[in-house]
């Protein structure tokens, strides 16, 4: 199967094309950066520039999926300007994804998108799944909300569309795992806010084969992808602070306080994700690694 990857050189693409290729895959990705365009056996980089329009219409050429990763980062400072690179980066890609596929001849089948828990009503004790319409109100929510609205237009094309709706990514390589170590193993760790909020996470090794098991299986809807036991903020900190052998002594840092040094962008450490995993263990995904502890050792070991 020939599959073409957007956001393939980020965390996750590398992890999943690297899965793809050991499973006798072929993967074509999209890049914005000229000198990322390499071409190996089964491995092909086309150009493309959504803000501009522009695209390689050479990447479809017997591509049967797409997996689409693409968006630029929301661990940057939230200036005016980034919020809107933060929308625009998903939406522009999407667009010139679903113009391309609508103008050039091609034989995609499915479409498989990243998206967010961050959509979710917060809560600490109702766990939220699929199901529920009543949505945030916060920057992140609505930017996940127009994100899947620009991948739900595919399916007038006769492509299942399915959206992966994602947790806190746990990877040593990247994303917020080596953010939150990086306080406690110099001995400033701390419960942020109560130590209250609930995270949803999931092991990088566990998303990148929810990736593959929707596509092998052709599965079309709305899952989210975090591991069955979401954990409160202090016991993360906790299991972290161990797997790292530091003490934690420092008093809880105040929400006010991180308000004042983050902006806007405090809700990443401050919201309360209580996120379901059923949906996607009743339809035969198994974690490898369902429990924190058990995806901290595995990372640590």
């Known amino acids: 199967m020939k599959i073409l990857i957007t956001g393939a050189t980020g965390l996750i693409g590398k992890e ?4 793809l290729l050991n ?5 074509n990705y999209l890049t914005t950066s000229l000198d990322k365009i390499v071409s190996k056996p089964n491995y092909f980089g086309y150009f493309w520039n959504p803000v501009e329009g522009t695209i390689d219409e050479n990447c479809l ?7 689409h990763l693409a968006g630029a980062s929301i661990s940057k400072k939230w200036t005016k300007a980034y919020k809107e690179e933060i929308v625009e980066s998903r939406i522009l890609s999407s667009d010139l994804l679903y ?12 479409l498989i998108s990243a998206s967010g828990i961050a959509i979710y009503p917060q809560s600490y004790e109702v766990a939220y799944n699929e199901t529920t319409t009543e949505k945030d109100s ?19 094309l006769n492509i299942k569309v399915c959206k992966l709706r994602t947790g806190v990514v746990l990877s040593i390589k990247g994303g917020a795992l080596p953010e939150m170590a990086k306080p406690i193993q110099v001995g400033f760790g701390a419960n942020i806010g109560n130590g209250k909020q609930i995270q949803s996470w999931i092991h990088l090794s566990d998303l990148v084969q929810l990736y593959y098991f929707v596509l092998k299986n052709q599965m079309e ?6 591991a069955p036991n979401p954990v409160s903020n202090a ?30 962008m405090a809700i990443l450490l401050t919201a309360s ?10 339809v035969g995904f198994q974690f490898q690694f369902p429990t924190l502890q058990m995806a901290i050792d595995n990372l640590y070991q």
């Open 138 to 156: 916060t920057f992140l929510a609505n930017v996940v909300t127009q994100w899947e609205e620009s991948v739900d237009v595919f399916q007038q």
């Open 273 to 282: 994700n209580n996120i379901c995993s059923k949906k996607v263990q009743d």
């Open 99 to 110: 113009k391309t596929l609508k103008t050039y001849p091609h034989q995609v089948k499915q």
């Open 221 to 226: 809807g709305v899952f989210n992808a975090v």
């Open 16 to 19: 999943l094309t690297l899965l």
């Open 23 to 27: 499973n006798g895959h072929s993967v």
């Open 61 to 67: 050429i017997n591509v049967d999926v797409i997996i």
């Open 235 to 264: 016991e993360l900190t906790k299991t972290i602070a161990k797997a790292l052998h530091k003490s934690l002594f420092l008093p809880n840092i105040p929400k006010f306080i991180l308000s004042l040094v983050l902006g806007e």
